[in-house]
């Protein structure tokens, strides 16, 4: 328990170092084509790599923070086939917290 909190403090001031603005941007120009603005992964392309809906708590609550950081970083691959590509190259480690932060805007 100690050990999520921890990390969950890390990601909190990391994301802190990202404007809001910026993370904002960052979200609707690399994640909401698939995820929705809303993070309900209800677009055309999110139904088809079965985006989770991020406004539903049970989500929320199985969301896990650094998994969050590794998919967004590295991509995510199921059956050999990319569900989602990595950002890496076009996103700072800060900027990676921030968004994994902003995802948990999103619960209700």
């Known amino acids: 328990m100690k050990k999520n909190i921890l990390t969950l403090a890390l990601f909190v001031a990391a994301a802190m170092s990202v404007p809001a603005a910026e993370v904002k941007e960052n979200w609707d ?6 995820h929705g603005k809303d993070g309900k992964g209800q677009t055309k392309m999110g139904q088809k790599a079965g985006a989770k809906d991020y406004t539903d708590a049970k989500v929320q609550d199985s969301f896990d923070d650094a998994k969050g ?6 991509g995510v691959t199921a059956e050999g086939k990319e ?7 076009k996103l700072t480690d800060d900027e990676i917290k921030a968004l994994v932060a902003y995802v948990r805007t999103f619960k209700k």
Not at 83 to 89: F, N, T
Request: include cysteine; glycine fraction near 0%.
């Open 29 to 34: 120009k690399n994640c909401a084509s698939c």
């Open 69 to 74: 950081f590794k998919a967004i970083k590295e």
């Open 83 to 89: 569900k989602m590509k990595p950002y890496a190259d």
